[in-house]
């Protein structure tokens, strides 16, 4: 059995779901038949880039992926805002204003740092009443957004240039759990006095995974079809890089695998992945000295872990 990560540098037009369906496909082709297989966060078939795609064991840790930080690099051009918020959409509204040099880097250093409330556009994948949002928006429904509270940790990169006689800037920006590039990007527009949408988005990293790491599709098919693919598969424990790692003997290991509680132990508290060796056993809580099992892994002793 495979557990680890393929970190998956998505290209354009393709959807999440189809990006776990190539894998899937990757692992068959390298004889690994059927391996569970789920992605950490969700990437817009506009969007570029790092995609996190768990397998076997490691998709108990996809869920941690949608609440690490992001990374990403984006173009906003000013002047048409769209009714999808990027250039795939149809124009919704227009403004003749574009934005003076060094107004976006002033606005979003005032306006657009640290803790923010933002409006998730009407095309996102969340759950309205048991229906997906894009879903209802596609169909002409008036879809109502509720206000999210997101934040921008770090604004970096900032470049400007005139397109078709029209303001683009290109800016890199790493956020919280939960933020909307697109909503960004029209909230920018508006505080500038004026119209925009998204023309070019590309995550750059997600939680412990960067683009150094990613691999296209192209080059994880023709790994797959040679002797490759354990070469580019990152071991379970690369989405736990900020855990600290906690040993337990045998009989510990195996009293947590029995789901019983251990008492009195001397480290600190907070979050461990608990081990035998060098297999992975739980990722467990520690809180006055007790441990309690978040979530446990099915490996035996003797497993291999890649």
Not at 255 to 275: F, H, I, N, Y
């Amino acid at each position: 059995m495979v557990h680890g990560w393929i970190i998956l540098d998505k290209p354009l037009g393709l959807g999440s779901t189809q990006a776990v369906s190539a894998v899937k496909r990757a692992l068959r082709d390298a004889g690994h038949g059927k391996a569970k297989v789920g992605h950490g966060g969700t990437l817009d078939p506009l969007a570029t880039g790092v995609l996190p795609i768990a397998i076997g064991e490691a998709t108990k840790l996809a869920g941690r992926m949608l609440d690490a930080t992001k990374t990403y690099a984006f173009a906003v051009r000013f002047g048409r805002q769209t009714d999808t918020l990027d250039l795939e959409g149809q124009v919704v509204a227009t403004s003749d204003v574009q934005p003076e040099p060094g107004a976006v880097a002033r606005v979003v250093a005032e306006q657009f740092t640290g803790p923010i409330e933002q409006i998730p556009p009407a095309y996102s994948a969340i759950l309205i009443d048991g229906r997906r949002a894009y879903d209802r928006a596609r169909d002409g429904e008036d879809v109502p957004m509720q206000p999210r509270a997101v934040t921008i940790l770090h604004w970096g990169a900032i470049t400007e240039a005139d397109v078709e006689g029209e303001r683009e800037v290109t800016l890199t920006v790493t956020v919280s759990k939960g933020t909307y590039i697109r909503s960004l990007a029209r909230d920018i527009a508006l505080a500038l006095g004026t119209r925009g949408h998204v023309t070019m988005l590309r995550r750059l990293q997600a939680g412990p995974f960067a683009l150094d790491t990613a691999i296209s599709l192209d080059n994880l098919r023709d790994a797959a079809m040679g002797s490759g693919l354990k070469n580019v598969i990152l071991p379970m424990e690369a989405g736990l890089v900020d855990i600290p790692a906690l040993d337990l003997d045998p009989d510990q290991a195996r009293a947590v695998r029995q789901g019983r509680v251990l008492t009195g132990l001397p480290q600190t508290d907070g979050l461990w992945l608990a081990r035998s060796g060098l297999v992975p056993v739980a990722l467990v809580e520690l809180s006055d000295g007790a441990l309690r099992v978040e979530r446990g892994f099915n490996f035996p002793d003797i497993a291999k872990v890649m």
